[in-house]
C-alpha cells in the first residue's frame, strides 16, 4: 500500500514541477542566500571587534607586533566579507533570471528585495574600502619607526643583511602603491598623501643607496653625499596632525554615509522580508509536493522537529588514536537548519570543530565516509554528501587543521588554492554514492574521481507531456517552453555510459585538478579499478569523448542543480 501511496504522490510531484518549478527555483534560491547574508555579518562584526582590539580602547595600547597582528586579522575578515558580497550578490541576481515566469507577487518582493540588498552590498563594500585605506594610512605612517629601526642598527654597527634591505625596499614600496590607490580613491588629503609618500620614496631609497654601500658599489663618501641629497627631500610635516585632520575632513565624512546607507538597506530588507512572509511566498506548489513525498518516506529521512547526531571515528591527527566526529543538524524551523561539526578525543575533551562562521548545508543521513590522504601520515579525512537534485550528488571533504587563533579546526579539503566559495570545495557527481576514492597509482596519495552519465541523446515524449509543459509555459513563449523539456527529454532518452568527469589528487594542500597526460593515467587505472570490484559496471569512456550536445547537458545539469539551486 505504501509503494501505491508513493507513486501517486511521485505522479502529482511531476504534475506541479511543470507548473510550478519556477516558484520552486526561486525559493531555494532565498533558502541558499540566509546563512551566506548571515555569514557576512558575521564576519562585518569580527572586522569591527579586531578594529576595536586594534585602537586601543578595548585592551589597551598596542605594541607594534599587536598592532600588525589585529591589521592582519581585520584583512582577513574584510577579504571574506568580499567574497561572501559576491557570493550573495550573484544568488540574488539570479534569482531575478525566472522572475518573468513568476506572479506577480514574487516580482513585487523581488524588486524591493534588489534594491535593499544592491544598497547593502554597495554600503558594505564602501565600508571595506574605507577600513582598507585606514590600515594602509597607518601602516604607511608606521613604516617611519621600521625605518629608523634599521637605520639605527645600521649606525651602531651591527650586521643588517642585504636580503633583509631589499625585501624591506620592496615592502615598502607595495605601501606606497597602496597609498596612491588610497589617494585616488579619494580616502586622504593631498596633504597627508604628500607627506607619507615621499617619506616612503624616501625609506625607499635609502635603502637600495645602503645596499649599493654594502655591496661596495659606491664609496662611503659618495654614500654620505647621497644620504644627505635623499634627506633634503623629505617633507617637514607632523604627520599625526595630518592624519587628524584627514580623518576630520574624509574619513568621517565616508564613515557616516556608508553608515547611512548601511542602515536603510538594513530598513529596506527588513521591510522585503516581511512582504515575503505575509504572502506566504515560500509555500509553493512543488515545495509542498515534496513534502508529501518526504513525509511518506518517514523511514529513511529524519522528523524536521528534532535534532539529528550523526557520530563516525576517525583519527583526524594521525596520532593512533581514534577521535569521533559527531555531526549535529539542528532545525530551525522546515526550511531552515544549523549543521555543525565536532571532533572529541576518547576521554570526550573537544579536539576541533568547524568555525561558526563556516556555513554547511545538511549532509545526507548515514553518508559519511574516511579516507587517508597520505599514507604515511596517517591524518585521515571526513567526507560528507549532499542531494542536490535529480541525478545530482556533491561531496565535500574535511580534515583538521591549524588555525590563525593557534587552536585547531575542522575545515573543507578544497579543489584549489584560491577558495572563493563554497563550490571550490564541492566534488559533483551524477548520482548518490558514485564518487570513487582511492589511490589508484599505489604511490600513498589519495585520488578523488567525478563519475557522471553521458546522456547521448533526447528521447520522445508523448503528446500528454508535450501539452502539459506547452499549457504551462503558454505565457512565456517558445524559449521558455523548450528549456521545461530539455531535462524531460535528454532523461526519456537514457543515460548512456558512464563518465569520468574529472580526476583529482592530495597535493598535501589540496585536491588538485588531473589534466592532459595525467587524467590519461589516471582514466586507465580508474577504468580498471571499477571493472575489478563492479564486474557487470557500465561502459566507461572519458570526458574528451563525450559528444558535444552530452558534454552541454552534463555542463547544463550541473549548472542547473548545484550552481543555480
Not at 557576512?40 to 595600547?61: H, L, M, P, W
Not at 517552453?481 to 589528487?505: F, P, T
Request: glycine share 6%; hydrophobic share 35%; proline share 2%.
Amino acid at each position: 500500500m505504501k509503494k501505491i501511496i508513493k507513486i501517486a504522490l511521485f505522479t502529482i510531484l511531476i504534475v506541479f514541477i511543470l507548473s510550478s518549478l519556477p516558484a520552486f527555483y526561486f525559493n531555494q534560491l532565498e533558502t541558499k542566500e540566509k546563512p551566506i547574508y548571515t555569514a557576512i555579518e558575521t564576519a562585518k562584526q569580527a572586522a569591527f571587534d579586531n578594529i576595536e582590539q586594534r585602537s586601543g580602547r578595548e585592551g589597551g595600547v598596542k605594541s607594534a607586533d599587536e598592532y600588525d597582528h589585529y591589521s592582519k586579522l581585520i584583512n582577513d575578515n574584510l577579504e571574506k566579507m568580499g567574497s561572501l558580497i559576491g557570493e550573495h550578490e550573484s544568488l540574488v541576481n539570479r534569482q531575478g533570471q525566472f522572475i518573468f515566469l513568476l506572479p506577480s507577487k514574487y516580482k513585487n518582493y523581488y524588486i524591493q528585495k534588489k534594491v535593499a540588498f544592491d544598497k547593502y552590498h554597495l554600503a558594505l563594500r564602501n565600508f571595506k574600502l574605507l577600513k582598507d585605506s585606514e590600515t594602509t594610512i597607518m601602516d604607511s605612517w608606521l613604516k617611519s619607526s621600521k625605518f629608523s629601526s634599521i637605520m639605527s642598527d645600521l649606525a651602531k654597527r651591527k650586521d643588517i643583511g642585504i636580503d633583509l634591505l631589499k625585501n624591506t625596499g620592496s615592502e615598502f614600496s607595495a605601501s606606497k602603491l597602496k597609498l596612491e590607490l588610497a589617494y585616488k580613491n579619494g580616502f586622504l588629503t593631498a596633504d597627508l598623501y604628500n607627506k607619507l609618500s615621499k617619506d616612503l620614496q624616501y625609506f625607499i631609497e635609502s635603502f637600495a643607496l645602503v645596499t649599493d654601500w654594502k655591496e661596495k658599489k659606491i664609496s662611503d663618501d659618495e654614500f654620505g653625499n647621497r644620504f644627505k641629497e635623499l634627506s633634503s627631500n623629505t617633507v617637514e610635516a607632523d604627520a599625526i596632525t595630518l592624519i587628524s585632520e584627514s580623518r576630520i575632513k574624509i574619513t568621517n565624512v565616508k564613515a557616516q554615509e556608508w553608515k547611512d546607507l548601511y542602515d536603510v538597506s538594513i530598513e529596506f530588507i527588513t521591510k522585503a522580508q516581511d512582504l515575503y512572509d505575509k504572502a506566504n511566498l515560500s509555500e509553493d506548489n512543488l515545495n509542498r509536493a515534496l513534502a508529501l513525498f518526504k513525509a511518506s518516506d518517514s523511514e529513511s529521512l529524519p522528523i524536521r522537529n528534532n535534532d539529528r547526531k550523526e557520530e563516525k571515528n576517525i583519527d583526524l591527527n594521525g596520532d593512533g588514536q581514534q577521535e569521533t566526529v559527531r555531526l549535529t543538524v539542528k532545525y530551525i524551523d522546515e526550511n531552515n537548519s544549523e549543521v555543525s561539526l565536532t571532533a572529541y578525543d576518547q576521554d570526550g575533551n573537544e579536539v576541533g570543530r568547524l568555525p561558526d562562521d563556516l556555513p554547511i548545508n545538511e549532509p545526507m543521513s548515514g553518508t559519511a565516509r574516511v579516507f587517508t590522504p597520505v599514507k604515511n601520515d596517517k591524518k585521515q579525512f571526513i567526507s560528507y554528501e549532499y542531494v542536490v537534485g535529480p541525478h545530482s550528488s556533491e561531496t565535500m571533504f574535511f580534515g583538521l587543521f591549524d588555525l590563525k587563533d593557534g587552536k585547531q579546526g575542522i575545515l573543507p579539503v578544497c579543489l584549489t588554492k584560491d577558495v572563493k566559495g563554497a563550490s571550490d570545495c564541492l566534488f559533483w557527481s551524477g548520482e548518490v554514492e558514485t564518487l570513487e576514492a582511492d589511490d589508484f597509482d599505489k604511490d600513498g596519495v589519495l585520488e578523488v574521481v567525478e563519475m557522471v552519465d553521458e546522456y547521448p541523446k533526447d528521447g520522445a515524449l508523448n503528446k500528454e507531456i508535450n501539452d502539459a509543459v506547452d499549457k504551462s509555459f503558454k505565457e512565456h513563449g517558445k524559449e521558455a517552453s523548450d528549456g521545461a523539456l530539455r531535462v524531460l527529454k535528454r532523461e526519456q532518452g537514457g543515460r548512456g555510459n558512464r563518465v569520468i568527469w574529472g580526476i583529482y589528487k592530495y597535493n598535501d594542500s589540496f585536491f588538485e585538478k588531473q589534466i592532459g597526460k595525467d587524467y590519461d593515467k589516471y582514466y586507465v587505472l580508474v577504468k580498471d579499478y571499477l571493472k575489478n570490484l563492479y564486474p557487470k559496471y557500465p561502459t566507461i569512456m572519458k570526458k574528451s569523448e563525450m559528444s558535444k550536445s552530452s558534454l552541454e547537458y552534463n555542463e547544463f545539469m550541473r549548472s542547473y542543480w548545484t550552481g543555480g539551486i
